[in-house]
């Protein structure tokens, strides 16, 4: 067997599109667009490739972007007043510092500094919290791109189980708390798990989020299960990898993500999502 590829550039492109619809249902109501502020401090150049296809997209949709890029060597405390600034400003719906941040910069005080109504990334403990209550509001990007991928192909995690590799804030945690709110049975694994293998063995559904190149096995992949790929790996050669080997995947599972041209775009497209959702909740 070799799985059915996930598109998700495709899912992505329609999903910017309906975000347009929205965008354009706004204007005709006679209200503004959306307005999204992307803060990048420093220079590492993938975190510039992401804010730029951010800023991108937001056009594409008819978002309006507002760009701080600033130097690496920005205080903290500068960073926490320039949010300040931009909660206050009524004609802001979406605040986003783009990760990770200059060592000398706590990324959880900026985190909890953010307006939860304007956290578009969804990473405010009020925001975590209200998944983890089955009320989510506004959802971390990922873990919701990766919903609607399933959503797309029509793969309902109601009664599978789901096993989560990796238990970061940004993906693991809240990918489980999805897999759980669409009523999978859920199981996350961490560097302390004991057999990893056996785990992902069991898995109707593996979602991958570790960071590191090839890290799930082909061989583990339950016969005809689904297999997302969050990583994202850049190789000496330059070239890109996912957590999870691809080939030897591809060859028993039903359906899997390819990387690039998996998740990552889908991240980027629910940030369009949770902005316009953001501007109908509350403007
Ligand atoms: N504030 C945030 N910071 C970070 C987030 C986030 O959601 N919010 N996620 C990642 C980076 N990220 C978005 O910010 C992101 C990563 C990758 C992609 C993507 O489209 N990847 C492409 C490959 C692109 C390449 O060539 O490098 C793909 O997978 O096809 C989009 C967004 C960490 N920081
Ligand atoms: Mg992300």
Redesign the pocket.
């Given at each position: 067997m070799s799985a059915q590829l996930i598109d998700?550039?495709a899912v992505a492109e329609t999903l910017i599109t309906q975000v347009r619809e929205g965008v354009d249902a706004r204007l005709a109501a006679g209200k503004r667009a959306p307005a999204l502020a992307v803060i990048l401090i420093g220079d590492d150049p993938?975190?510039g490739?992401?804010v730029r296809?951010?800023k991108r997209n937001c056009e594409k949709a008819g978002i309006r972007s507002l760009a701080w890029d600033l130097p690496a060597s920005t205080t903290q405390d500068e960073l926490l007043a320039i949010i300040d600034q931009l909660n206050a400003d009524d004609s802001v719906d979406g605040i986003?510092?783009?990760?990770?941040l200059p060592k000398h910069i706590e990324p959880q005080a900026v985190i909890e500094r953010i307006d939860p109504k304007k956290d578009v990334?969804g990473?405010h403990p009020y925001n975590m919290g209200r998944l983890a209550i089955k009320m989510p509001l506004l959802r971390?990007?990922?873990p919701r791109g990766v919903m609607t991928l399933l959503e797309s192909y029509g793969i309902d995690p109601k009664g599978k189980k789901a096993v989560i590799v990796g238990a970061s804030n940004?993906v693991g945690r809240p990918q489980a708390l999805e897999m759980l709110l669409a009523r999978a049975t859920v199981t996350v694994c961490h560097s302390a798990t004991a057999d990893l293998a056996a785990e992902v063995a069991a898995a109707d559904i593996v979602v991958a989020a570790v960071g590191k190149p090839n890290f799930v096995k082909g061989e583990w992949i339950k016969p005809g299960a689904v297999v997302i790929d969050v990583g994202?790996n850049?190789l000496e050669n330059g070239s890109?990898c996912g957590d999870v080997e691809f080939d030897s995947a591809r060859e028993r599972a039903a359906f899997i993500t390819p990387?690039?041209?998996?998740?990552?775009?889908m991240?980027?497209a629910t940030?369009l999502q949770n902005t316009l959702d953001s501007a109908n909740l509350h403007a």
């Open positions: 998700g550039k993938a975190s490739v992401y296809n951010k986003l510092v783009q990760l990770p990334d990473f971390p990007c990922t940004i994202i850049r890109l990387v690039p041209g998996g998740v990552g775009p991240t980027i940030l």
